[in-house]
């Protein structure tokens, strides 16, 4: 939602109570912190907090439903993600904004899921749970239970990449695959011919993704355009690379799929591997 991303700084409504904020567009990828706190006082938005349940318990965005990470990975199924969903009480056209305290990566995760699944209308908070409450934004200590809702199932496997994608991916041209690990871990071993683009890079002290013309920055010095075909991956369950999926959607990058189980299949499965063996001080830096 880059058109509707405001600094929390600026404290200004923009306008929103005169436009349609109900995150309808499926391109939307960041909801601002404002916009946030006006759709909740709508009651026009349902709010996912992925961290442990015991941290939702703590204390959580106001309105907040939990579903954890852990949760959505042992129900990797898409019809039993559909369960979750409506069993929050979302249905096909209820705007999802999505929230974690780990920079984005497990929202990211999160997020991707439900899209996968064919909730579209779904998007990131700008900003860690840790970063909205040391803004006094509105919490809470209550669970909060919604009527159940029903959703249909419409996979989009336009979004989904599997080993054997990835392994074609590789010799074909105008296509490239992003690993968003740590640069040492990439420089130790990486899928052949993957470019590096770490997940460190990718927020800021303010945000979990940077401004679009920043990631574009970064995406020019990997020699990759908005029309090249990307398939990211990291190093385990795809969170990592989940932030990168969506950095690179707001990079412009029109074709994009997430190898979700990532390297740590890859090697499982025994696939070839590369690394750098005489790695230079040079090679240590990702920009």
Known sequence: MCGLKYTVKEKKTKNILSRNHTLSNSQDIITSADILRTLIRRNSVRVIDVRKEDEYKKEHIKTAVSIPLATVLENESSERIVQLLEQSGISDKTPVVVYDDTFGALAARVAWTFQYVGHSNTSL?????????????????????????????????????????????????????????????????HIPGATNLPYTMLGTADSILREPQEIKRFMEN????????????????????????????????????????????????????EEFKDANFWDLSAE
């Open 125 to 189: 908070l700008e900003l860690t749970f840790a970063k909205w409450k040391s803004y006094g934004f509105e919490t809470e200590k209550k669970v909060n239970v919604f009527p159940p809702a029903k959703h249909s199932l419409k996979e989009n496997k336009e979004i989904y990449a599997n080993y054997d994608e990835v392994e074609k991916a590789k010799s074909e041209q105008n296509k490239i695959l992003v690993d968003s690990r740590e640069r040492l871990n990439f420089l130790s071993e």
């Open 222 to 273: 990997r020699g990759i355009s908005t029309d090249t075909e990307v398939i990211t991956y990291c190093g385990s369950v795809g969170t990592l690379s989940g932030l990168a999926y969506y950095a690179l959607r707001m990079g412009g990058v029109k074709k994009i799929r997430l190898y979700s189980r990532s390297f740590k299949e890859w090697k499982k499965l025994g696939k070839p591997i």
